[in-house]
């Protein structure tokens, strides 16, 4: 049972390069979501999933995309990369939006 | 707006001083709430949690909170920290909004333990 996994572990990206953030969970929870993490400002959500298909903003979606095909994978895309980007980025699952949530080992993200 | 506070953004410590650190909420009904601890280099993982019942609960590793309806707090406490200690501690709070639950992070305290 591997958990929230996240590839890769670290990533430097150039200004106006795109890249995609995976995620997958292997405990067939419904929920998922994405966080980014920047220094002294704790975590913000920037997209969350209730399940395949369905995808809903979060507090800053804006310069990400999210899909959602299966119940297992939870892509987080960049299209435009931009500085303000640069951060860690935490995908999380949880079984509902009740309980807590189990987070991967983190993404961290340099966009020069 | 609902939010969680941390007022305490860095602490340091020596092995086998007590801990407790503070967490407050701006909500006045039903929530869940949780400690996460992120050790250096690592994924957020949890360390407590309370829905309901005991308001004093027990964690992982020694650590109790205490749910406090009153003062709207969820404090952390250890009564004797370890090196391996260091880490940052995020509160978390889950509470109903349009259906669903909504999960509001801390902007974390960051401890230090001196061995």
């Known amino acids: 049972n591997a958990g929230v996994t996240q590839t890769p572990k670290f990533r430097i990206l150039k200004i106006g390069q795109s890249m995609t953030l995976q995620c997958a969970q292997d405990m067939n929870h419904n929920y998922m979501y994405w966080y980014r993490q920047d220094p002294g400002m704790g975590l913000k959500l920037i997209y969350y999933s209730v399940g395949a298909g369905i995808t809903d903003k979060g507090e800053v979606p804006n310069g990400y995309n999210v899909s959602r095909s299966t119940t297992e994978d939870f892509p987080l895309r960049l299209e435009l990369a931009a500085p303000s980007q640069t951060s860690v980025y935490f995908c999380?699952?949880?079984?509902?939006?009740?309980?807590?949530?189990?987070f991967g080992p983190g993404t961290r993200l340099t966009v020069t | 707006a609902q939010s969680v506070s941390q007022h305490n953004h860095h602490v340091i410590l020596s092995e086998a001083a007590s801990l407790e650190l503070g967490c407050n909420y701006s909500y006045g009904g039903t929530v869940n709430l949780f400690w996460y601890v992120q050790y250096p280099g690592q994924h957020l993982q949890l360390l407590l949690k309370?829905?309901?019942?005991?308001?004093l609960v027990k964690g992982i590793k020694g650590f109790e909170a205490e749910f406090i309806k009153s003062k709207f707090s969820f404090n952390l406490r250890k009564p004797s920290v370890q090196w391996s200690d260091t880490a940052e501690y995020f509160c978390a709070v889950n509470l109903p909004t349009s259906g669903t639950y909504k999960y509001i992070f801390g902007t974390g305290t960051r401890l230090k333990v001196l061995a």
């Open positions: 309370y829905f309901s019942g005991d308001p």
């Open positions: 999380a699952s949880s079984f509902g939006t009740y309980y807590e949530q189990y």
